[in-house]
């Protein structure tokens, strides 16, 4: 088989042709400016290349965070029919240390959910915030993002669901000082409030196929252009515990 690269140069140089005698007629039309000086490009210089590489992480925040939801039922695998006040109710009850006594951090959440309803925060004071439906795994099926209000303090709770096998699984859970959230393709974004004034937190959590569940991708501090907040709380603001995690470890 004769080698293509003849009959692409002779292309190559019938389009050059072209080009010139198109210029030519045009006058200086569509020619090439310069754009100035660009800055050096800089390779990436590796700092202690004899220290040992760590095998395992200092720190468990539960990346892949997955559990299933015990006493809550998915009516024909509609997510869109599972009660979200009932699902706030079940995680109160599987930490009783954080929400039940004078003592626990997050009593007033417990005590203001006798003002829920099955819809959710139609009433105030109830803690548990509207409820919205995306396909955030990608297979065609709407998953459910809940938040609720962790009282008396200021944090908020947010947490993904879908379903598999019939059962509610939590995919994604999060507690912090939260300005915005939002769903962008298949992530959640939370914004927080910096104690460096004009910055705020970026977390985003994406879908990953292979651990089906959401994991943070990104963590980064952004400017808000001259905003200012509080002092981001420290001691509190952590990933839900999960039990049934598959994977752990950053």
Request: aromatic share 4%; no cysteine.
């Given at each position: 088989m004769p080698h293509p690269r003849p009959t692409r140069t002779a292309l190559a140089l019938a389009a050059v042709a072209l080009l010139a005698s198109a210029t030519s007629a045009c006058g200086d039309?569509?020619?090439?400016?310069?754009?100035?000086?660009t800055p050096t490009a800089v390779s990436p210089e590796k700092l202690w290349p004899d220290l040992p590489a760590a095998s395992s992480p200092a720190f468990d925040i539960d990346?892949?965070?997955?559990?299933v939801v015990k006493g809550v039922t998915v009516p024909g695998d509609d997510?869109?029919?599972v009660d979200p006040v009932e699902v706030v109710r079940r995680e109160i009850a599987a930490h009783p240390d954080d929400?039940?006594?004078?003592?626990?951090p997050y009593r007033e959440t417990s005590r203001r959910m006798a003002a829920c309803d099955e819809s959710?925060?139609?009433r105030r004071p109830c803690p548990v915030?509207?409820?919205y439906y995306r396909d955030l795994t990608g297979d065609g099926r709407d998953e459910l993002a809940l938040g609720f209000r962790q009282l008396p303090g200021e944090l908020t709770a947010v947490r993904v669901y879908t379903v598999e096998k019939h059962r509610l699984v939590q995919v994604m859970g999060w507690e912090d000082a939260v300005s915005a959230v939002e769903l962008a393709g298949r992530s959640v974004i939370i914004?927080?409030?910096s104690e460096v004034a004009g910055y705020e937190y970026r977390l985003q959590w994406t879908w990953d196929a292979d651990q089906k569940a959401m994991l943070l991708t990104h963590d980064e501090m952004v400017r808000t252009g001259g905003r200012t907040h509080p002092p981001r709380p420290t001691s509190t603001a952590s990933p839900t515990p999960a039990p049934s995690s598959s994977a752990s470890g950053r």
């Open positions: 039309a569509g020619g090439l400016k310069g754009a100035g000086a990346e892949v965070n997955i559990q997510i869109r029919r929400y039940d006594g004078s003592e626990a959710g925060a139609a915030l509207r409820s914004r927080s409030p």
